[in-house]
């Protein structure tokens, strides 16, 4: 059992790290979500989620970041969504830490998300560099 555990976290890239690379892509019809996210995890650290320079959402209030296991989330519980943060800003470069033991082969999405509306704006699939 200790060796398969040990299997998924290096399978995982929460013992070795590794880099993802993802482009947002709108989800609702009206919603505008663009631009290159990366993702950088290193060896039993915190990870870091970048938002490159060419991001762009529509504005409105109470949009949140999270990493999650669908493309088009119905729900946000803990066993399939990582709360990163408010967003930011509506443009631009922006980070967000990551905890150390995420686990990115379940959780392979980030969404934009209005909770106040509860509305997804869009999404980015996280690949491996």
Excluded: W
Excluded at 5 to 14: D, E, F, P, Y
Excluded at 32 to 38: A, K, Q, T, Y
């Amino acid at each position: 059992m200790k060796i398969l555990a040990l299997v998924l976290l290096i399978s995982s890239g929460l013992i070795y790290g590794g880099e993802y690379l993802g482009e947002f892509e709108s989800i609702e019809s009206g919603k505008n979500v663009e631009g290159e996210i990366s993702l950088k995890t290193k060896k039993g650290l915190e990870g870091k989620l970048v938002f490159k320079k060419d991001f762009l959402t529509d504005d409105a209030p109470d949009l949140r970041v999270y990493l999650h296991t669908k493309k088009v989330p119905k729900r946000y519980v803990s066993k399939n969504s990582v709360f990163l943060g408010k967003l930011k800003k509506f443009k631009g470069f922006q980070k967000y830490e990551l905890p150390a033991d995420i686990d990115l082969a379940k959780f392979k999405y980030v969404v934009i998300y209005c909770k106040k509306f509860h509305t997804n704006f869009g999404s980015a699939r996280l690949l491996k560099k």
